[in-house]
Protein backbone atom coordinates (compact mmCIF):
# COMPACT_ATOMS: atom_id res chain seq x y z
CA UNK A 1 0.00 0.00 0.00
CA UNK A 2 1.63 3.39 -0.80
CA UNK A 3 2.13 6.36 1.38
CA UNK A 4 -0.72 9.03 1.63
CA UNK A 5 1.24 11.35 -1.04
CA UNK A 6 1.66 8.37 -3.29
CA UNK A 7 -2.52 7.80 -3.18
CA UNK A 8 -3.24 11.48 -3.32
CA UNK A 9 -4.29 11.32 -7.24
CA UNK A 10 -6.21 8.00 -7.01
CA UNK A 11 -8.59 10.31 -5.07
CA UNK A 12 -8.91 12.70 -7.24
CA UNK A 13 -7.86 15.70 -4.94
CA UNK A 14 -7.97 18.08 -7.77
CA UNK A 15 -11.47 18.71 -6.53
CA UNK A 16 -14.68 19.42 -8.56
CA UNK A 17 -18.44 20.16 -8.10
CA UNK A 18 -19.94 16.99 -7.48
CA UNK A 19 -20.58 15.54 -3.24
CA UNK A 20 -20.03 12.57 -1.91
CA UNK A 21 -23.44 11.91 -0.99
CA UNK A 22 -22.04 9.23 1.38
CA UNK A 23 -20.53 11.61 3.61
CA UNK A 24 -23.65 14.02 3.42
CA UNK A 25 -26.03 11.45 4.33
CA UNK A 26 -23.75 9.64 7.45
CA UNK A 27 -23.87 13.61 8.36
CA UNK A 28 -27.25 14.05 8.50
CA UNK A 29 -27.62 10.64 10.59
CA UNK A 30 -25.18 12.03 12.92
CA UNK A 31 -27.24 15.25 13.04
CA UNK A 32 -30.67 13.64 13.38
CA UNK A 33 -29.15 11.44 16.32
CA UNK A 34 -27.70 14.23 18.14
CA UNK A 35 -31.51 16.01 18.01
CA UNK A 36 -33.39 12.86 18.91
CA UNK A 37 -30.68 12.49 22.07
CA UNK A 38 -31.04 15.57 23.64
CA UNK A 39 -34.59 15.03 23.14
CA UNK A 40 -34.25 12.12 25.39
CA UNK A 41 -31.96 14.08 27.85
CA UNK A 42 -33.93 17.53 28.55
CA UNK A 43 -35.91 16.98 31.69
CA UNK A 44 -36.80 20.25 33.92
CA UNK A 45 -38.57 19.93 36.92
CA UNK A 46 -40.86 22.26 38.81
CA UNK A 47 -40.63 21.62 42.34
CA UNK A 48 -43.02 22.94 45.40
CA UNK A 49 -41.20 25.42 46.70
CA UNK A 50 -41.14 26.91 42.89
CA UNK A 51 -37.17 26.21 41.90
CA UNK A 52 -36.51 24.07 39.02
CA UNK A 53 -33.95 21.73 38.43
CA UNK A 54 -33.29 19.64 35.31
CA UNK A 55 -33.04 15.58 35.27
CA UNK A 56 -30.75 13.81 32.29
CA UNK A 57 -33.00 11.24 32.33
CA UNK A 58 -31.07 9.04 29.31
CA UNK A 59 -27.88 9.13 31.28
CA UNK A 60 -29.60 7.12 34.34
CA UNK A 61 -30.85 4.42 32.29
CA UNK A 62 -28.68 1.23 33.06
CA UNK A 63 -28.08 0.42 29.59
CA UNK A 64 -26.58 4.09 28.68
CA UNK A 65 -23.21 3.60 29.23
CA UNK A 66 -22.52 0.35 26.86
CA UNK A 67 -25.12 1.93 24.54
CA UNK A 68 -23.20 5.08 24.37
CA UNK A 69 -20.12 3.43 23.03
CA UNK A 70 -22.40 2.53 19.93
CA UNK A 71 -24.14 6.12 20.24
CA UNK A 72 -21.30 8.69 20.47
CA UNK A 73 -20.65 10.39 17.43
CA UNK A 74 -19.04 13.54 18.17
CA UNK A 75 -15.53 11.59 17.21
CA UNK A 76 -17.37 10.83 13.58
CA UNK A 77 -18.29 14.32 12.63
CA UNK A 78 -14.49 14.85 13.27
CA UNK A 79 -13.86 12.22 10.95
CA UNK A 80 -15.72 14.11 8.59
CA UNK A 81 -14.66 17.05 8.70
CA UNK A 82 -10.36 16.20 7.92
CA UNK A 83 -11.89 14.52 4.97
CA UNK A 84 -13.67 17.90 3.35
CA UNK A 85 -11.38 20.21 5.46
CA UNK A 86 -8.15 18.52 3.84
CA UNK A 87 -9.85 18.45 -0.31
CA UNK A 88 -10.97 22.19 0.94
CA UNK A 89 -7.87 23.62 2.03
CA UNK A 90 -5.85 21.80 -1.40
CA UNK A 91 -8.26 23.20 -3.62
CA UNK A 92 -8.04 26.43 -2.22
CA UNK A 93 -4.01 26.47 -2.27
CA UNK A 94 -4.15 25.18 -5.78
CA UNK A 95 -6.28 28.16 -6.67
CA UNK A 96 -3.45 30.57 -4.75
CA UNK A 97 -5.23 30.87 -1.41
CA UNK A 98 -3.49 31.05 1.75
CA UNK A 99 -4.31 29.66 5.11
CA UNK A 100 -5.56 33.26 6.45
CA UNK A 101 -7.84 32.97 3.11
CA UNK A 102 -8.83 29.38 4.11
CA UNK A 103 -9.37 30.83 7.89
CA UNK A 104 -11.49 33.28 6.52
CA UNK A 105 -14.07 31.09 5.31
CA UNK A 106 -14.42 29.14 7.96
CA UNK A 107 -14.72 31.75 10.47
CA UNK A 108 -17.52 33.14 8.68
CA UNK A 109 -19.59 30.34 7.57
CA UNK A 110 -20.17 29.12 11.14
CA UNK A 111 -20.08 32.57 13.02
CA UNK A 112 -22.57 34.52 11.42
CA UNK A 113 -25.22 31.65 12.20
CA UNK A 114 -23.62 31.39 15.68
CA UNK A 115 -24.20 35.31 16.63
CA UNK A 116 -27.93 35.24 15.50
CA UNK A 117 -28.66 32.58 18.32
CA UNK A 118 -26.56 34.32 21.07
CA UNK A 119 -27.98 37.48 19.86
CA UNK A 120 -31.69 35.73 20.66
CA UNK A 121 -30.54 33.32 23.93
CA UNK A 122 -29.74 36.82 25.01
CA UNK A 123 -32.80 38.78 24.34
CA UNK A 124 -34.91 36.19 25.19
CA UNK A 125 -33.36 35.71 28.20
CA UNK A 126 -33.12 39.11 28.84
CA UNK A 127 -36.86 39.68 28.56
CA UNK A 128 -37.47 36.80 30.82
CA UNK A 129 -35.20 38.31 33.15
CA UNK A 130 -37.28 41.68 32.98
CA UNK A 131 -40.68 39.40 32.88
CA UNK A 132 -39.97 38.69 36.43
CA UNK A 133 -38.56 34.58 36.15
CA UNK A 134 -36.32 33.61 38.62
CA UNK A 135 -32.83 34.32 38.07
CA UNK A 136 -31.76 30.49 38.29
CA UNK A 137 -34.43 29.48 36.24
CA UNK A 138 -32.52 31.73 33.79
CA UNK A 139 -29.27 30.57 34.59
CA UNK A 140 -30.35 26.92 33.97
CA UNK A 141 -31.80 27.79 30.73
CA UNK A 142 -28.81 29.82 29.97
CA UNK A 143 -26.45 27.18 30.92
CA UNK A 144 -28.44 24.11 29.18
CA UNK A 145 -29.58 26.13 25.63
CA UNK A 146 -25.65 26.95 25.36
CA UNK A 147 -24.33 23.50 25.43
CA UNK A 148 -23.88 23.01 21.33
CA UNK A 149 -21.33 26.15 21.76
CA UNK A 150 -18.82 23.99 23.03
CA UNK A 151 -18.52 22.02 19.85
CA UNK A 152 -18.52 25.08 17.78
CA UNK A 153 -15.64 26.05 19.17
CA UNK A 154 -14.37 22.46 19.42
CA UNK A 155 -14.92 21.71 15.43
CA UNK A 156 -13.83 25.61 14.65
CA UNK A 157 -10.32 25.26 16.17
CA UNK A 158 -9.82 21.98 14.78
CA UNK A 159 -10.62 23.17 11.48
CA UNK A 160 -8.74 26.43 11.39
CA UNK A 161 -5.65 24.47 12.57
CA UNK A 162 -6.29 22.12 9.05
CA UNK A 163 -3.35 24.18 6.91
CA UNK A 164 -1.09 23.80 9.37
CA UNK A 165 -1.91 19.98 10.07
CA UNK A 166 -2.33 19.21 6.37
CA UNK A 167 1.56 20.22 5.70
CA UNK A 168 2.37 18.70 8.42
CA UNK A 169 0.55 15.14 7.21
CA UNK A 170 2.20 15.96 3.76
CA UNK A 171 5.13 15.09 4.91
CA UNK A 172 4.98 12.67 7.74
CA UNK A 173 1.54 11.07 7.96
CA UNK A 174 1.92 8.44 10.47
CA UNK A 175 4.63 10.65 12.88
CA UNK A 176 2.10 13.50 12.91
CA UNK A 177 -1.12 11.22 14.11
CA UNK A 178 1.93 9.16 16.40
CA UNK A 179 3.31 12.38 18.26
CA UNK A 180 -0.57 13.98 18.56
CA UNK A 181 -1.43 10.42 19.97
CA UNK A 182 1.62 10.74 22.55
CA UNK A 183 0.88 14.27 23.42
CA UNK A 184 -2.87 12.90 23.85
CA UNK A 185 -1.89 10.24 26.54
CA UNK A 186 0.71 12.42 28.32
CA UNK A 187 -2.07 14.77 28.86
CA UNK A 188 -3.92 12.02 30.69
CA UNK A 189 -1.51 10.96 32.95
CA UNK A 190 -1.03 14.50 33.96
CA UNK A 191 -4.68 15.20 34.53
CA UNK A 192 -5.13 14.17 37.84
CA UNK A 193 -2.12 16.50 39.29
CA UNK A 194 -2.72 19.14 36.78
CA UNK A 195 -7.10 19.13 36.28
CA UNK A 196 -6.87 22.14 34.42
CA UNK A 197 -3.76 20.68 31.90
CA UNK A 198 -6.74 18.27 30.49
CA UNK A 199 -8.73 20.72 28.29
CA UNK A 200 -5.39 20.89 26.06
CA UNK A 201 -6.94 17.76 24.89
CA UNK A 202 -9.36 19.81 23.20
CA UNK A 203 -6.91 20.53 20.48
CA UNK A 204 -5.15 17.15 20.77
CA UNK A 205 -7.64 14.71 20.77
CA UNK A 206 -9.79 16.36 17.64
CA UNK A 207 -6.48 17.37 15.69
CA UNK A 208 -5.80 13.21 15.46
CA UNK A 209 -9.36 12.42 14.68
CA UNK A 210 -9.13 14.98 12.00
CA UNK A 211 -6.06 13.29 11.06
CA UNK A 212 -7.59 10.40 10.31
CA UNK A 213 -10.01 12.19 7.96
CA UNK A 214 -6.47 13.14 6.35
CA UNK A 215 -6.00 9.47 5.81
CA UNK A 216 -9.48 8.75 4.38
CA UNK A 217 -8.95 11.44 2.01
CA UNK A 218 -6.14 9.84 0.90
CA UNK A 219 -7.30 6.80 0.48
CA UNK A 220 -5.65 4.37 3.22
CA UNK A 221 -8.40 3.22 4.97
CA UNK A 222 -9.66 2.49 0.87
CA UNK A 223 -6.28 0.65 0.09
CA UNK A 224 -7.20 -2.11 3.60
CA UNK A 225 -8.87 -5.11 2.71
CA UNK A 226 -12.56 -5.85 4.55
CA UNK A 227 -10.89 -8.20 7.28
CA UNK A 228 -8.67 -5.68 7.84
CA UNK A 229 -10.92 -3.14 8.39
CA UNK A 230 -12.53 -5.67 11.12
CA UNK A 231 -9.41 -6.01 12.51
CA UNK A 232 -9.10 -2.32 13.15
CA UNK A 233 -12.46 -1.89 14.59
CA UNK A 234 -12.35 -5.21 16.82
CA UNK A 235 -8.61 -3.91 17.94
CA UNK A 236 -9.91 -0.36 18.89
CA UNK A 237 -12.60 -1.65 21.03
CA UNK A 238 -10.84 -4.27 22.31
CA UNK A 239 -7.34 -1.47 23.53
CA UNK A 240 -10.99 0.83 24.71
CA UNK A 241 -12.52 -2.38 26.62
CA UNK A 242 -9.02 -2.47 28.32
CA UNK A 243 -8.51 1.05 29.21
CA UNK A 244 -11.69 1.05 31.08
CA UNK A 245 -11.41 -2.13 32.51
CA UNK A 246 -8.69 -1.51 34.72
CA UNK A 247 -9.94 1.68 35.50
CA UNK A 248 -7.57 4.25 33.47
CA UNK A 249 -10.37 5.95 31.99
CA UNK A 250 -14.26 6.02 32.87
CA UNK A 251 -16.61 3.57 30.48
CA UNK A 252 -18.59 6.11 30.20
CA UNK A 253 -17.95 8.55 26.72
CA UNK A 254 -19.93 10.64 27.92
CA UNK A 255 -17.66 11.46 31.09
CA UNK A 256 -14.88 10.34 28.27
CA UNK A 257 -16.01 13.56 26.12
CA UNK A 258 -15.55 16.82 28.67
CA UNK A 259 -12.80 17.20 28.38
CA UNK A 260 -12.09 14.60 25.60
CA UNK A 261 -9.47 11.87 26.37
CA UNK A 262 -7.76 8.89 24.53
CA UNK A 263 -11.12 6.78 24.38
CA UNK A 264 -12.64 9.30 21.66
CA UNK A 265 -9.61 9.00 19.27
CA UNK A 266 -9.87 4.89 19.86
CA UNK A 267 -13.66 5.44 18.80
CA UNK A 268 -12.97 7.53 16.10
CA UNK A 269 -10.39 4.99 14.96
CA UNK A 270 -13.24 2.82 15.19
CA UNK A 271 -15.89 4.55 13.54
CA UNK A 272 -13.81 5.97 10.72
CA UNK A 273 -13.07 2.13 9.60
CA UNK A 274 -16.67 1.30 9.99
CA UNK A 275 -17.32 3.95 7.39
CA UNK A 276 -14.98 2.85 5.35
CA UNK A 277 -16.41 -1.04 5.39
CA UNK A 278 -20.08 0.11 5.19
CA UNK A 279 -19.10 1.96 2.40
CA UNK A 280 -20.90 0.18 -0.29
CA UNK A 281 -24.56 -0.40 1.52
CA UNK A 282 -24.15 3.49 2.26
CA UNK A 283 -23.76 4.30 -1.61
CA UNK A 284 -26.71 1.98 -2.05
CA UNK A 285 -28.85 3.75 0.75
CA UNK A 286 -27.73 7.54 -0.47
CA UNK A 287 -28.91 6.73 -3.94
CA UNK A 288 -32.43 6.38 -3.15
CA UNK A 289 -34.36 9.31 -4.41
CA UNK A 290 -35.80 10.40 -1.46
CA UNK A 291 -33.43 9.82 1.03
CA UNK A 292 -31.04 12.20 -0.52
CA UNK A 293 -33.60 14.23 -1.44
CA UNK A 294 -34.00 14.60 2.29
CA UNK A 295 -30.54 14.78 2.59
CA UNK A 296 -30.03 17.35 0.26
CA UNK A 297 -32.80 19.68 1.86
CA UNK A 298 -31.91 19.72 5.39
CA UNK A 299 -27.46 19.10 4.45
CA UNK A 300 -28.63 23.03 3.34
CA UNK A 301 -29.05 24.44 6.82
CA UNK A 302 -27.19 22.09 9.50
CA UNK A 303 -25.40 24.61 11.21
CA UNK A 304 -28.48 26.19 12.07
CA UNK A 305 -30.33 23.25 13.24
CA UNK A 306 -27.04 22.02 15.60
CA UNK A 307 -26.63 26.08 17.17
CA UNK A 308 -31.08 26.35 17.53
CA UNK A 309 -32.31 22.55 17.98
CA UNK A 310 -31.22 22.68 21.98
CA UNK A 311 -32.50 26.43 22.50
CA UNK A 312 -35.56 25.44 21.27
CA UNK A 313 -36.36 22.36 22.91
CA UNK A 314 -35.55 23.99 26.34
CA UNK A 315 -37.58 27.07 25.82
CA UNK A 316 -40.23 24.58 25.10
CA UNK A 317 -39.62 22.71 28.21
CA UNK A 318 -39.39 25.81 29.95
CA UNK A 319 -42.43 27.30 28.80
CA UNK A 320 -44.24 23.98 29.44
CA UNK A 321 -43.61 24.51 33.01
CA UNK A 322 -45.86 27.34 33.60
CA UNK A 323 -48.76 25.72 31.97
CA UNK A 324 -51.39 22.73 33.30
CA UNK A 325 -50.11 20.77 29.98
CA UNK A 326 -49.80 17.25 31.72
CA UNK A 327 -46.42 16.46 32.54
CA UNK A 328 -45.39 12.80 33.37
CA UNK A 329 -42.37 12.30 35.62
CA UNK A 330 -39.00 11.95 34.19
CA UNK A 331 -38.43 8.30 33.38
CA UNK A 332 -41.86 6.74 33.39
CA UNK A 333 -43.76 4.94 30.64
CA UNK A 334 -45.56 8.25 29.98
CA UNK A 335 -42.34 10.01 29.87
CA UNK A 336 -40.78 8.03 27.23
CA UNK A 337 -44.07 7.63 25.07
CA UNK A 338 -43.75 11.20 24.91
CA UNK A 339 -40.10 11.25 23.55
CA UNK A 340 -41.42 11.51 19.76
CA UNK A 341 -43.91 14.10 20.40
CA UNK A 342 -40.84 16.46 21.63
CA UNK A 343 -39.04 15.13 19.07
CA UNK A 344 -41.58 16.33 16.48
CA UNK A 345 -41.89 19.52 18.30
CA UNK A 346 -38.80 20.57 17.92
CA UNK A 347 -38.29 19.84 14.24
CA UNK A 348 -41.70 22.07 13.87
CA UNK A 349 -40.47 25.13 15.68
CA UNK A 350 -37.59 24.54 13.70
CA UNK A 351 -39.14 25.70 10.32
CA UNK A 352 -39.82 29.22 11.28
CA UNK A 353 -35.86 29.59 12.84
CA UNK A 354 -34.66 28.16 9.70
CA UNK A 355 -36.50 30.76 7.40
CA UNK A 356 -35.51 33.11 9.41
CA UNK A 357 -32.02 32.57 10.07
CA UNK A 358 -30.97 29.63 7.23
CA UNK A 359 -29.98 32.36 4.93
CA UNK A 360 -26.87 33.15 7.26
CA UNK A 361 -25.28 30.11 5.78
CA UNK A 362 -25.84 31.24 2.41
CA UNK A 363 -22.39 32.37 1.17
CA UNK A 364 -20.24 32.04 -1.96
CA UNK A 365 -17.00 29.78 -0.89
CA UNK A 366 -14.84 29.74 -3.84
CA UNK A 367 -11.42 30.11 -3.70
CA UNK A 368 -11.82 33.73 -5.77
CA UNK A 369 -13.97 35.18 -2.38
CA UNK A 370 -12.01 34.07 0.52
CA UNK A 371 -9.38 36.91 -0.49
CA UNK A 372 -9.44 40.93 0.42
CA UNK A 373 -8.55 41.01 3.71
CA UNK A 374 -5.57 41.23 5.34
CA UNK A 375 -4.06 38.95 8.23
CA UNK A 376 -4.27 40.84 10.72
CA UNK A 377 -8.09 41.01 10.22
CA UNK A 378 -8.40 37.62 9.92
CA UNK A 379 -6.09 36.66 13.25
CA UNK A 380 -8.11 39.77 15.57
CA UNK A 381 -11.28 38.19 14.01
CA UNK A 382 -10.37 34.85 15.33
CA UNK A 383 -9.29 36.01 18.68
CA UNK A 384 -11.92 38.18 19.37
CA UNK A 385 -14.46 35.34 18.55
CA UNK A 386 -12.64 33.27 21.18
CA UNK A 387 -12.41 35.15 24.27
CA UNK A 388 -16.15 34.67 24.99
CA UNK A 389 -15.62 30.96 24.18
CA UNK A 390 -12.48 30.64 26.64
CA UNK A 391 -14.56 32.81 29.56
CA UNK A 392 -17.33 30.25 28.96
CA UNK A 393 -14.87 27.50 29.83
CA UNK A 394 -13.09 28.20 33.02
CA UNK A 395 -16.58 30.56 34.64
CA UNK A 396 -19.73 28.89 32.98
CA UNK A 397 -22.02 30.44 30.68
CA UNK A 398 -24.18 33.26 32.16
CA UNK A 399 -26.92 35.55 30.60
CA UNK A 400 -24.25 38.26 30.47
CA UNK A 401 -21.49 36.29 28.88
CA UNK A 402 -24.26 35.79 26.06
CA UNK A 403 -24.70 39.54 25.23
CA UNK A 404 -20.79 39.94 25.39
CA UNK A 405 -20.43 36.84 23.37
CA UNK A 406 -22.99 38.26 20.58
CA UNK A 407 -20.52 41.35 20.50
CA UNK A 408 -17.58 39.63 19.92
CA UNK A 409 -19.06 37.85 17.35
CA UNK A 410 -20.56 40.22 15.55
CA UNK A 411 -17.31 42.23 15.60
CA UNK A 412 -15.63 39.33 14.61
CA UNK A 413 -18.24 39.19 11.26
CA UNK A 414 -17.69 42.90 10.52
CA UNK A 415 -13.60 42.15 10.65
CA UNK A 416 -14.43 39.42 8.13
CA UNK A 417 -16.04 41.36 5.78
CA UNK A 418 -18.72 40.68 4.02
CA UNK A 419 -18.93 38.45 1.08
CA UNK A 420 -21.95 39.37 -1.18
CA UNK A 421 -24.65 36.19 -1.71
CA UNK A 422 -24.75 36.79 -5.33
CA UNK A 423 -21.23 36.45 -6.39
CA UNK A 424 -21.07 33.63 -9.12
CA UNK A 425 -19.43 30.69 -7.44
CA UNK A 426 -17.05 29.00 -10.39
CA UNK A 427 -15.87 26.47 -8.44
CA UNK A 428 -17.64 25.15 -5.51
CA UNK A 429 -15.13 24.55 -2.30
CA UNK A 430 -16.13 21.78 0.87
CA UNK A 431 -16.99 24.18 3.46
CA UNK A 432 -19.01 23.78 6.76
CA UNK A 433 -22.92 23.01 5.51
CA UNK A 434 -22.50 24.19 1.76
CA UNK A 435 -25.09 23.89 -0.31
CA UNK A 436 -25.53 20.83 -1.59
CA UNK A 437 -26.14 19.80 -5.28
CA UNK A 438 -28.39 16.57 -6.05
CA UNK A 439 -26.16 14.37 -8.17
CA UNK A 440 -26.70 10.82 -9.28
CA UNK A 441 -25.23 8.03 -5.99
CA UNK A 442 -22.12 6.01 -7.16
CA UNK A 443 -22.87 3.03 -8.34
CA UNK A 444 -23.65 0.12 -5.34
CA UNK A 445 -20.84 -1.90 -3.81
CA UNK A 446 -18.34 0.73 -4.85
CA UNK A 447 -15.80 0.81 -2.13
CA UNK A 448 -13.04 3.90 -3.09
CA UNK A 449 -11.96 6.27 -1.02
CA UNK A 450 -13.69 8.92 0.70
CA UNK A 451 -14.23 10.97 -0.58
CA UNK A 452 -14.55 9.47 -3.75
CA UNK A 453 -12.75 11.25 -6.85
CA UNK A 454 -13.44 14.19 -7.65
CA UNK A 455 -16.43 14.65 -4.64
CA UNK A 456 -16.99 17.17 -1.89
CA UNK A 457 -19.36 16.87 0.73
CA UNK A 458 -21.24 19.22 3.10
CA UNK A 459 -19.21 20.08 6.21
CA UNK A 460 -20.58 19.56 9.54
CA UNK A 461 -22.01 21.04 12.18
Request: glycine fraction near 10%.
Amino acid sequence: MGSPRQLKGSVGLAGGGQRDSVIDLVRFFCLALVVAGHSMMVSPVLHRDGTVTTENTLAEQIWFVPAVWVLMIVPLFFVLGGITGLESWRRLKDSGGTGFDYAKLRLLRLVRPATALLAAMFLGLWAARLSGVDPQVIQLMATGAGMPLWFLAAYLTAQLAVPLMARLHGRAPWLTLGLLTACIITIDSLRGALPMLAYLNLLFVWWAVQQLGFLMADGVFAGRSRASLVGVIAGSNLLLGVVTGVGAYPGNMLVNLNPPNFCLLLLGVSQAATLQLLRPALDWVAGIRWIRGMVTVAGRRSVTVYLWHLPLLVAMSGLLLLTDFPKPASGTAEWWWARPLVFLAVVVMLVPVLALCGRLEDRPTAAVHARGRPPAAVVTAGVVMFIPIVDAVFNGLTLELLGRGAACFALAVLLLGHVPASAPVPAPLSTPVATPAAVPAPAAGSAGPLPAPGLSANLES
